[in-house]
């Protein structure tokens, strides 16, 4: 008996996509730069040991979107780096006395083995830094040409003072930072903003040439090389963990537009962090896991079946009772599964009317929580088209309020003076108030 529920007409045709963008801070339709084509970069591990669990979340989280986009028709170019070039792949290479390859592609390998357990899709281009090395000095150059990069002593370094929209997507503004950062003063460079795009050769370290002498690449750079590379100037969606918002994807955008002129990436996706039993995870307090830790008791699909439990941008909190929970929440999946496999296979003749009328309940059922669903929606549109009015008017509001304040030069000894029965001051206080009202629900309506 093969059957399908009779819901004919119970849904509309969604053709409509939304993402929350990280750069506008709110959710967005997306729309592809290429009609059908999704252009993906994510961000991939530093390859010194094996993968853990908060390395786990990323590669889970972006692969079921783009499974998604793949089930919704899209063609996408997938791309996720391997940082093959690092100070500690270089410490842990000397620790063993072995070349810094050695380490590198040993951790690229058992990187590639976790995703397979985790059911992650091959990506269409794993680029290894080591492999990009005259595309990033060409970048470096191009920057420096275009006075965006500055050269001392065998070091270059970005010059973040010359990127106007420095801090677009954090949110941070440039001149609190330099007041506030904690760093050493590094003379060399013209702000302590500044990050290094070439650092010079180290005893012991790998090194290539370049113009500047013999040395290696700053981090950051190698993202903005390798989504030009293999995706282009523009591309649809980058996406990382959140604590790559700032510096690593700000920087990244900085070089990027600098270099090539044009918007770098239309959406930002971040995921949320993992905590472990309500902790940050951290080597010095001792709850830090690798992936290969976890396995030995529990299977990469509880991991993935995990990790896809919470809200991909919110923190979720790994402990081995959830990561239980979990395991038994996906076993009554696949046991109903297994079980309706059986009855499929095993049904025979026609539906008893007892079975028809169960089935005609479900359908009905199916239908009404398919309507519900529809009905939240149109009336979420409505309401934050009934926001966007208000917001509207309040943006009329603020304008004469202004115009209104400009006109007196001493607002103190204005406060006497009546418009419209309302004194400035009165006035500057209800628009106050309406301000942060209206702005708490753009802010929750961005959500």
């Known amino acids: 008996m093969n059957w399908k529920p009779n819901l004919k007409n119970a849904r509309r045709k969604e053709t409509i996509m939304k993402l929350y963008n990280t750069l506008t801070r709110k959710k967005e339709e997306f729309v592809p730069l290429e009609e059908g084509k999704v252009k993906m970069y994510v961000c991939g591990p530093t390859v010194y040991d094996y993968i853990h669990i908060g390395n786990a979340r990323p590669y889970v989280i972006f692969d079921t979107i783009r499974r998604y986009m793949e089930y919704k028709g899209y063609e996408v170019k997938y791309v996720q780096n391997f940082t093959d070039v690092d100070d500690k792949i270089i410490n842990k290479a000397i620790k063993e006395g072995v070349e810094s390859t050695v380490i590198s592609e040993r951790y690229i390998a058992e990187a590639k083995k976790d995703a397979e357990g985790l059911n992650v899709e091959p990506a269409t281009y794993n680029p290894k830094v080591t492999e990009e090395m005259p595309e990033i000095i060409e970048m470096i150059k191009t920057l420096i040409e275009k006075g965006h990069a500055y050269e001392v002593n065998g070091s270059v370094f970005y010059d973040t003072k010359s990127f106007p929209d420095y801090g677009k997507l954090s949110g941070k503004n440039i001149d609190d930072l330099e007041a506030g950062a904690r760093i050493e003063v590094d003379t060399t460079k013209k702000s302590p903003m500044d990050f290094v795009l070439w650092k010079p050769k180290k005893p012991g370290e790998p090194a290539w040439q370049s113009p500047w002498g ?17 995706l282009g100037d523009t591309i649809d969606i980058h996406a990382g963990g959140e604590d790559l918002i700032f510096p690593h994807h700000e920087n990244e955008i900085a070089q990027s537009e600098a270099a090539n002129g044009v918007q770098f990436a239309k959406y930002w996706l971040h995921n949320g962090f993992i905590n472990v039993d309500n902790k940050k995870m951290s080597k010095s307090l001792g709850n ?62 026609e539906m008893t009317e007892e079975e028809k009328k169960l089935l005609s309940t479900f359908e009905a059922r199916l239908r009404h929580l398919i309507y519900l669903h529809d009905e939240l929606k149109r009336e979420n549109a409505e309401l934050k088209q009934l926001l966007e009015d208000e917001k509207s008017e309040l943006e009329k509001a603020r304008a004469e309020y202004k115009a209104l304040e400009s006109s007196y030069t001493d607002l103190k000894t204005a406060t006497t003076i009546s418009l419209n029965g309302s004194d400035v001051k009165e006035t500057k206080l209800r628009l106050s108030k309406l301000v942060r009202e209206v702005d708490k629900c753009i802010a929750l309506l961005n959500e």
């Open 214 to 230: 013999e040395g290696r690449p700053g981090w950051h750079i190698e993202c903005s090389v390798m989504a030009k590379k293999y």
């Open 288 to 349: 830090f896991f690798t992936l290969r830790d976890i396995i030995e008791t529990i299977p990469y699909d509880v991991v993935r079946f995990f990790i896809l439990n919470g809200h991909y941008r919110s923190p979720i909190n790994f402990s081995r009772e959830l990561m239980e929970a979990a395991g038994n929440g996906l076993d009554r999946i696949k046991n109903s599964y297994k079980s309706l496999l059986f009855l499929e296979k095993n049904a025979q003749g």
